[in-house]
């Protein structure tokens, strides 16, 4: 059974119109994570919630914000999409216990097009 | 800045070859992981190592953690066409950060 669930799978949208993607989790994990991925490239963290504080990684444009209403629901909003931010959007979970493994778990994925 | 290169970057053999993949870095990871990842779908736990030069072995996997905690190899023996995939590496720190810090990938094809 998924753990992590992502939708849409595939999404597709038109320059500068406003796309949320969502992501839901039956693990209940603290950590919340969303990566952009393009072609046959290594995930590139966007930003992470650890619990409600929300973390934004330096170089993640204004373009893209998150929302985190509750523990198993997390979305990625891209206010106006660009050519450029055609990717695969991944969601992932860990939780967060001092171990310092951080493993982490990964939805599917979806698959975003920009006309 | 890359912290984890992963070698090769591709890699094309023929059903029942071997393989190594390496992940390198300068710095200390508390633990490292692998994923392979197949197209359209999002990166699967292979393995996590975590002690200075533990092995671990998955099948016909194999991977190690280097003494020093700053490199890995995962091994494949006999590949098969269902091998194929991304696979990256990933470490963790132990400086409190959240964040997993990925290797470059490798494009791994098996052909049958």
């Known amino acids: 059974d998924a753990m992590v669930i992502q939708n849409p799978r595939y999404q597709v949208t038109q320059f500068g119109k406003p796309v949320t993607l969502s992501c839901s989790q039956t693990?209940?994990?603290?950590?919340m994570y969303w990566y952009q991925q393009k072609s046959s490239q290594a995930p590139k963290l966007l930003f992470h919630?650890?619990?409600?504080?929300?973390?934004n990684e330096a170089d993640t444009p204004d373009n893209f914000q998150s929302r985190r209403p509750n523990t198993s629901f997390c979305f990625l909003d891209i206010r106006s999409p660009g050519l450029g931010d055609a990717a695969m959007y991944l969601c992932?979970?860990?939780?967060?216990?001092?171990?310092?493994?951080?493993?982490?778990?990964f939805g599917a994925g979806t698959r975003l097009s920009v006309l | 800045t890359q912290l984890l290169e992963q070698s090769p970057q591709f890699l094309s053999i023929q059903e029942g070859e071997n393989l190594t993949v390496y992940c390198n870095s300068s710095?200390?990871?508390?633990?490292l992981q692998w994923y392979r990842q197949e197209p359209g779908e999002g990166p699967v736990l292979l393995v996590t190592?975590?002690?200075?030069?533990e092995v671990k072995k998955l099948k016909r996997l194999t991977f190690q953690f280097g003494d020093a905690r700053k490199d890995s190899s995962l091994h494949i023996t006999a590949a098969q066409p269902g091998d194929t995939g991304l696979y990256l590496c990933a470490g963790a720190r132990w400086d409190g950060a959240n964040n997993l810090f990925f290797g470059t990938g490798t494009r791994l094809t098996v052909i049958p």
């Open positions: 919630y650890y619990d409600k504080d929300f973390n």
């Open positions: 992932a979970t860990s939780r967060e216990g001092g171990t310092g493994k951080n493993i982490q778990y």
């Open positions: 190592v975590v002690t200075g030069g």
């Open positions: 710095s200390v990871f508390s633990s």
């Open positions: 693990l209940n994990h603290n950590v």
